[in-house]
């Protein structure tokens, strides 16, 4: 599965963006799918996510009742609406997709097997 990213930029605090994220594959709906991001010299952590075949989704604490993924399987995409953006939501974000070898949202990085090439997201106070 090919991933791609993009929706990323620079936008002032208090601000909204929307991420997108294509796959190659119209198999979507076969895999886990999450947002992550990277901000510069952290760890890369977990945003949001969809359990296998959507029926959970699952949010970061710090972005609860801000942020919102959805995905179109038949256009084989998954979005993230981020709204109310704060400086400290500034990172490189990444989707990613993995096979379903685990119930329920899974937040770990390391079960994704598949990563978009990330999108840049800047947000100034």
């Known amino acids: 599965v090919q991933l791609q990213a993009s929706g990323g930029g620079l936008v002032q605090a208090g601000g909204s963006l929307r991420l997108s994220c294509a796959a190659s594959?119209?198999?979507?709906?076969?895999?886990?799918l999450g947002w992550f991001r990277q901000a510069p010299g952290k760890e890369r952590e977990f945003v949001a996510g969809?359990?296998?075949?959507?029926?959970?989704?699952d949010y970061a604490d710090s972005v609860k009742g801000r942020f919102t993924i959805s995905r179109d399987n038949a256009k084989n995409t998954m979005t993230l609406q981020m709204n109310s953006l704060k400086p400290e939501d500034t990172a490189v974000y990444y989707c990613?997709?993995?096979?379903?070898?685990?119930?329920?949202?899974?937040?770990?990085?390391?079960?994704?097997?598949?990563w978009g090439q990330g999108t840049l997201v800047t947000v100034s106070s």
């Open positions: 990613a997709a993995g096979a379903p070898i685990l119930r329920g949202v899974v937040t770990t990085p390391s079960k994704y097997n598949y």
């Open positions: 969809f359990s296998w075949g959507g029926g959970s989704t």
């Open positions: 594959e119209r198999t979507l709906s076969s895999y886990i």
